[in-house]
C-alpha cells in the first residue's frame, strides 16, 4: 500500500522532540507528517517530570547551555501560544525549586551546583526549612525534615504537566492539518543517488516525503542503522510515582540528589527517579517503587500508600556524551536527526523545534549545531 500524498516533511516519532519539529515547521508553511511506532505522545515524554530547571544567560558561550536557556524562554512562550489556538493549559508555572541537602554527599553536591548556577549567572538563595516554611504554605509539611538541612532557593525553575503538553501540542498539529499517524512503526529508509526517496513501514505502507526526520528518542539507534549510521543513544529507565491529595501542598518543585517531587495544580503530586541501563524494559520494580516512596513519605508523611494511585517506567533517550543529536546525517541530503535528549528532552524541546526548523529550511540555527553533529566520537561512526 502507498500514500499517494507527499509531504514537505516526514517526522519519525511522535515524542515530544518530533511533535515540536512538526510544530514549527507547520508555522513556517510545510506540509508534515508524524508517523509514530506507538501511540502519539506516549513514549518517555509522557512518563516524564516536566521539571525545567533555570537557564543560564542566551549569551552563555557553551552551546548547550544556549540550548537549555532559549529552551527556558521559548516556553512561556509557546505555553500561552497553544493555549490560545487550542484551549489546553499545560501548566507552565513558574514555580521556583526548592533544593534539599541532608546527607554531608548531598551538602557537597549542592555547593557544586552553587558554583555552576554563580558561573551562569543563575540566581539563587540559601536558605532553611524553617524560612521556607513562612514563605511557602504547604512547606509545613515536610515535617521530618531536620532542622539543620540545608536548603537552597532557585526561583527561575519552571514546571510543565507534560501530559497537556503533549495534547496541546497535537491538537494544534491536528489543526493545522498535520498528519498524526498511530501505531505504524518505521522500518526503513530507501536511498537512491544520496537521498532518501521513501520510508517504509510496517504493515507494508510506504511514506514519501522531501525531508525526513528520526526523532525516535531511545529508539533512534536502530532506526537509523538503516542507513549505516551508529550514534550513542541509548534508554535509560526511570520510574515514577503519582500520589493524590486532595488539594495542591505546595507549588515548588522539591529537589534532593535524583528524586524529586512536583505537583500538579489539582492535588496530583509526581515522585521520582531514577537511572537505570537495562535495555528497552520499560517496566517498574517493586524495589525500586519502595525505595521511592519510603523516600517521598519520610519527606511528607501524607504520602500514604493508600494516597498513591499509579507508578509507570519511561525510557530516556541517553547519549554517550549527554549531549543531544541535532544535524543532518552525513551522506544523506535530506535526512534529519533529532534525539539522545536524556533527563532533559521536555525542557530542550522547544528550542529543538526552533533549531531543527532552521536547520532544515537551509537557514542558519540560532545557536551552533556543531558539538551535536550526528556523527562525533568514538561511539557514533557509519556502520
Ligand atoms: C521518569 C522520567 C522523568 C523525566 N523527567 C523529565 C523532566 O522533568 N524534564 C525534562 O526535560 N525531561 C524529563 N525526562 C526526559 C524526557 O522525557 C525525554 O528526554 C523526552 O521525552 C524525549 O523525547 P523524545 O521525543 O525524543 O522521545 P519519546 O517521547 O520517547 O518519543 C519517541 C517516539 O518515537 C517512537 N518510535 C520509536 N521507534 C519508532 C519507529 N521505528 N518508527 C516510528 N516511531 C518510533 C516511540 O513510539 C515514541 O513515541 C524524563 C524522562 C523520564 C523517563
Known amino acids: 500500500m502507498s500514500d499517494a500524498k507527499y509531504y514537505d516533511l516526514v517526522v519519525c516519532g511522535g515524542g515530544v522532540i518530533g511533535l515540536s519539529i512538526a510544530y514549527q515547521c507547520v508555522k513556517k508553511g510545510w506540509t508534515v507528517c508524524v508517523l509514530d511506532a506507538g501511540e502519539i505522545g506516549k513514549g518517555s515524554s509522557w512518563a516524564g517530570a516536566g521539571i525545567l530547571p533555570a537557564g543560564a544567560s542566551v549569551d552563555a558561550l557553551d552551546p548547550l547551555e544556549q540550548l537549555r536557556a532559549l529552551s527556558h524562554e521559548l516556553h512561556p512562550l509557546w505555553a500561552a501560544e497553544l493555549l490560545e489556538s487550542t484551549g489546553i493549559d499545560n501548566e507552565f508555572r513558574r514555580c521556583g525549586g526548592l533544593y534539599l541537602a541532608r546527607t554531608r554527599a548531598e551538602r557537597a553536591t549542592l555547593r557544586a551546583n552553587c558554583s555552576w548556577w554563580d558561573e551562569h549567572g543563575i540566581a539563587y538563595e540559601q ?72 520510508l517504509t513501514c510496517e504493515g507494508g505502507r510506504t511514506v514519501f516525503g522531501n525531508v525526513y526526520c528520526a526523532a525516535s528518542g531511545a529508539w533512534t539507534s536502530a532506526l537509523l542503522s538503516n542507513v549505516g549510521v551508529a550514534t550513542g543513544i541509548m534508554p535509560v529507565r526511570g520510574q515514577m ?14 529537589n534532593e540528589g535524583h528524586r524529586y517531587l512536583v505537583p500538579r495544580d489539582d492535588g496530583h503530586l509526581l515522585v521520582g527517579s531514577c537511572e537505570e541501563e537495562v535495555g528497552f524494559v520499560a517496566e517498574t520494580t517493586q524495589e525500586k517503587i519502595n525505595e521511592l516512596h519510603e523516600w517521598a513519605e519520610g519527606l511528607m508523611p501524607a504520602l500514604t500508600e493508600n494516597r498513591l494511585v499509579q507508578s509507570w517506567a519511561g525510557l530516556r533517550p541517553g547519549s554517550f556524551d549527554s549531549y543531544p543529536y541535532m544535524g543532518k546525517v552525513p551522506g544523506v541530503e535530506n535526512l534529519f536527526v533529532a534525539a539522545g535528549h536524556f533527563r532533559h528532552g521536555l525542557h530542550w524541546s522547544t528550542a529543538t523545534g526552533l533549531l531543527m526548523q532552521q536547520l532544515m529550511f537551509g537557514e542558519t540555527p540560532d545557536i551552533d549545531l556543531e558539538p551535536f553533529r550526528v556523527l562525533r566520537g568514538n561511539a557514533a561512526s557509519r556502520v
Open 127 to 198: 536558605s532553611t526549612i524553617g524560612q521556607m516554611s513562612q514563605c511557602l504554605a504547604g512547606m509545613k509539611s515536610l515535617t521530618l525534615v531536620e532542622p539543620e538541612a540545608e536548603c537552597w532557593w532557585v526561583p527561575g525553575d519552571c514546571r510543565v504537566r507534560n501530559p497537556r503538553h503533549l495534547k496541546a501540542l497535537q491538537k494544534a498539529l491536528h489543526q493545522l492539518d498535520v498528519d498524526l499517524v498511530h501505531n505504524t512503526s518505521v522500518t526503513g529508509f530507501r536511498c537512491e543517488n544520496g537521498r532518501v526517496q521513501r
Open 241 to 254: 510515582l503519582l500520589y493524590k491529595l486532595a488539594s495542591s501542598a505546595f507549588s515548588c518543585v522539591i
